[in-house]
């Protein structure tokens, strides 16, 4: 197996991680500002439910598939890049 040396690997990797990433930050902050109780929703949107409540499940929902769309396609596995793939023989 190849060893990279230090910067090597710190530019091999870059953006690999979604921890350095600042636009996925920024969008998961946007979303959980989104979540704060902090909006002037008045009044029953569907079925009785109030509309503050529907907001937040739609929000919540949005949280999720954001975190779906990180981990399947922003963050990348160092062996997956190296062998082109995954390997599930383990």
Request: hydrophobic share 50%; net charge negative.
């Amino acid at each position: 197996m190849n060893q990279l040396s230090g910067s090597d690997a710190r530019n091999k990797n870059d953006g690999a991680d979604p921890i350095r990433n600042r636009k996925v930050w920024m969008v998961f902050g946007l979303l959980f500002f989104a979540l704060l109780p902090l909006w002037p929703l008045e009044g029953v949107w569907w079925w009785g439910i109030p509309a503050w409540a529907a907001f937040v499940v739609i929000v919540s929902a949005f949280v999720s598939a954001f975190t779906v769309y990180v981990i399947l396609c922003v963050w990348k596995d160092p062996e997956e890049t190296e062998s082109g793939g995954r390997d599930d023989t383990n």
